[in-house]
């Protein structure tokens, strides 16, 4: 009994240096000085950009957006599962306005065991183009993080085996978390992960964000 105990411990711990070690690869120096450089060329951009929320209403001041650690944790790899229907669905927007979308598919995240999906949306721009939406709400949406929500960028990619990165380190608040003069896709119901997704950006008025950049 008492092998059998150490021998289950020795497991433990393998699978658990494991694990740490696949983090220290997937957030190297390359990828943490990336995302660093990203998000100062965000600030930047709200700061300066003619188009930024922050220039465009006079009454949004700006700070340097809040954001949470890197982590490898909320990183994930899934294929996109195309819905054999496609059915079109009315999003609502943050002022009440009805948006036509597409459920194109869903990607599926694996955390600590567990299976979750995510929708990914079609949608058709003023152009004429299409462009595909992922957004999400967790167990931090209106406590650390904004509550309408936050948004992942997806492109779509040819190859029908081609593996997504879903990196939530990237995770982003659409411009009506800056401003009133901006309305935004509400997540839907079944656009909810249950579970706390903390990495990526924080509610921008939120005084419980006491992790930084």
Known sequence: ????????????LLLFSCRKQEDVVTLNDQYINSLK?????????MMQGSDSPFNRDSTAKFEP???????????????????????P?????????????????????????KDYKLNVYKNIGQNGQS??????????TGNETYPVGRY????????????YTLDFNRAYNPYCAY???????????????????????KNFHSKLNTETK
């Open 1 to 12: 009994m008492i092998k059998k105990y150490f021998y289950f411990l020795a497991l433990v």
């Open 37 to 45: 450089q990203e998000r100062e060329n965000k600030d930047r951009e």
């Open 65 to 87: 957006l809040k954001y949470y650690k890197p982590t490898a944790e909320f990183i994930f790899k899934s294929k996109l599962h195309i819905n054999d229907k496609q059915n």
């Open 89 to 113: 669905v009315t999003i609502y927007g943050t002022r009440g306005e009805a948006r036509k979308a597409i459920t194109f598919g869903y990607v599926v995240l694996n955390y600590k065991g």
């Open 131 to 140: 462009y595909y939406s992922v957004w999400f709400t967790d167990r931090t």
């Open 152 to 163: 992942l960028d997806f492109e779509l990619n040819a190859n029908p085996e081609y593996i």
């Open 179 to 201: 401003s009133d003069l901006y309305t935004c896709a509400i997540p839907t119901k079944e656009d909810y992960l249950d579970f706390e997704i903390k990495a990526g950006e």
